[in-house]
């Protein structure tokens, strides 16, 4: 987040990891008031903020938030004490960091209020807060992936220590999206030769309305973007905004259809008993 010294306001993004390990699109902050301890000459910090538990994280994506009265904040760990983990640290719902002279410190940011930044979010992704984005910018998708290759892959001991809610996919955001990604769809054919357009194009049942494509289907055409992404035989295309829009919300919409039909977890089935 940056944050203006004089006015003391300043904008930045929230990204959140879910159970699985997999990131958030960026959502658009303000962050007003506040003091991070400014020096004569300083002219804006770089803050980042840590959020250790879910109940900030929804706090934070409900409204108006106030650091260090709707959860707890210290100044996060560096160096030695960032291996030591105090008592203090680790009961904090928040670790602030700032960086104003090239050198992240631990920061104070008490009584900072962040929120949301409506007008931001629909400028940027087309759509109000709340609500599918009808365009997903390649930087949105590329600061993901970076996160992602950043991170820890095994998050088994942190989930069961604080599980996240199982998410929920109505029928109606399903259909937002699927709309979402066929427009887009219809961009990036317009940019493709001939014989590309049926490599890929969606499947059928994608296109039209209340009907889903078949596991078969879906994995095809996921196969065929990751391949085109990942080869750099097909670097030009591979970094059309177009056909990183379409690829990101074709996964979007693989994760939603994969969270509103969760596979039960069960014993192995019981054995026929064979009489004689």
Known sequence: IGFVAG???????????????????????????????????????????????????????????TVGVDASV???PVGREAAAGTDATLRSEILSYSRSRGLFVGASLEGTALEIDHEAHAF??????????RRVPVAASELRHFLS????????????ANPAPAPV???????????????????????????????????????????????ESLTQI????????????????????????TFELLREYERAIVASNPTLQLPPPPKDVRRE
């Not at 940027?124 to 984005?133: F, V």
């Not at 996921?222 to 829009?245: I, K």
């Open 149 to 160: 290759d950043l991170s820890p892959k095994n998050l088994a001991t942190h989930a069961a």
């Open 222 to 245: 996921l196969g065929r973007f990751t391949e085109v992404s990942q080869s750099p035989d097909y670097r030009r295309l591979a970094q059309r905004p177009e056909f990183q829009t």
């Open 124 to 133: 940027y992704y087309g759509t109000p807060t709340g609500t599918l984005p």
């Open 7 to 65: 006015a003391r306001r300043g904008h930045g993004v929230v990204l959140v990891r879910d159970h699985d390990g997999e990131w958030s699109l960026p959502q658009f902050l303000t962050l007003t008031g506040g003091s991070v301890g400014w020096q004569a000459g300083i002219q804006g910090t770089d803050v980042v903020l840590i959020f250790t538990t879910r109940k900030g994280v929804e706090g934070l994506m409900n409204g108006k938030f």
């Open 169 to 215: 996919v109505s029928p109606r955001m399903i259909e937002g999206l699927r709309r979402s990604l066929n427009r887009n769809s219809d961009q990036l054919q317009a940019i493709l030769s001939p014989e590309w357009r049926p490599y890929l194009t969606l499947p059928k049942e994608l296109q039209q309305p209340g009907t889903s494509p078949s596991t």
């Open 74 to 76: 210290s100044a996060g």
